[in-house]
T-cell receptor, first 114, second 110 residues
Framework: SQTIHQWPATLVQPVGSPLSLECTVE??????LYWYRQAAGRGLQLLFY??????ISSEVPQNLSASRPQDRQFILSSKKLLLSDSGFYLC?????????????FGQGTRLTVV | TQLLEQSPQFLSIQEGENLTVYCNSS?????LQWYRQEPGEGPVLLVT?????EVKKLKRLTFQFGDARKDSSLHITAAQPGDTGLYLC??????????FGPGTRLSVLP
């Protein structure tokens, strides 16, 4: 079966510090991968998605970047965090080649920038 | 820009009551999904609706897709405290990405 791992679960970082959040998927190959951010108790904002290694699409201009160095690894980064980067970050994957796909989510990372 | 709207934003009801929440879009998606999210966790898929007019049932939950495939509703019969959570609808962009609505936060009081 497929699983998705996301870490860390919680993170407190000072303003101006770098960020690296990692997500890996097991049990499938060549998935679509996504990073979402969720404001407190609200909907999900798509930040980045990737259809393959090295292929990143950015949905929203921001202080963040994403990379996909391996097929099942997706990394969210920042060089210098802002207070506004605080939020709940979710990684997700979906299968390719399906007309009607479904997204499977990790457990999320609660980031607090202080 | 594709947007999904959900209503109501918040809903607090007593155990045993029925409720309906709505999801509306100006765009047509290849399918529409409903997820439920608990605090501090990722969303979990409840159902996918594909065909205009489609109705799917999941125990006490009934999901309907509008004829024009731009809107959907979720009806819960005899709500229980375990139904408490954030209900999110999402449109599937033909397998490329997913657009999420802002969610309806449901609280079912015992």
């Amino acid at each position: 079966s497929q699983t998705i791992h996301q870490w860390p679960a919680t993170l407190v970082q000072p303003v101006g510090s770098p960020l690296s959040l990692e997500c890996t998927v097991e049990g499938t190959s060549n998935p679509n991968l996504y990073w979402y951010r969720q404001a407190a108790g609200r909907g999900l904002q798509l930040l980045f998605y990737s259809v393959g290694i090295g292929q990143i699409s950015s949905e929203v201009p921001q202080n963040l970047s994403a990379s996909r160095p391996q097929d099942r690894q997706f990394i969210l980064s920042s060089k210098k965090l802002l207070l506004s980067d605080s939020g709940f970050y979710l990684c997700a994957w979906s299968r390719k080649g399906l007309l009607h796909a479904e997204a499977f989510f990790g457990q999320g990372t609660r980031l607090t920038v202080v | 820009t594709q947007l999904l709207e959900q209503s109501p934003q918040f809903l607090s009801i007593q155990e045993g009551e029925n409720l309906t929440v709505y999801c509306n879009s100006s765009s047509v998606f290849s399918s529409l999904q409903w997820y439920r999210q608990e605090p501090g966790e990722g969303p979990v898929l409840l159902v996918t609706v594909v065909t205009g007019g489609e109705v799917k049932k999941l125990k006490r939950l009934t999901f309907q897709f509008g004829d024009a495939r731009k809107d959907s509703s979720l009806h819960i019969t005899a709500a229980q405290p375990g139904d408490t959570g954030l209900y999110l609808c999402a449109g599937d962009n033909y397998g490329q990405n997913f657009v999420f609505g802002p969610g309806t936060r449901l609280s079912v009081l015992p």
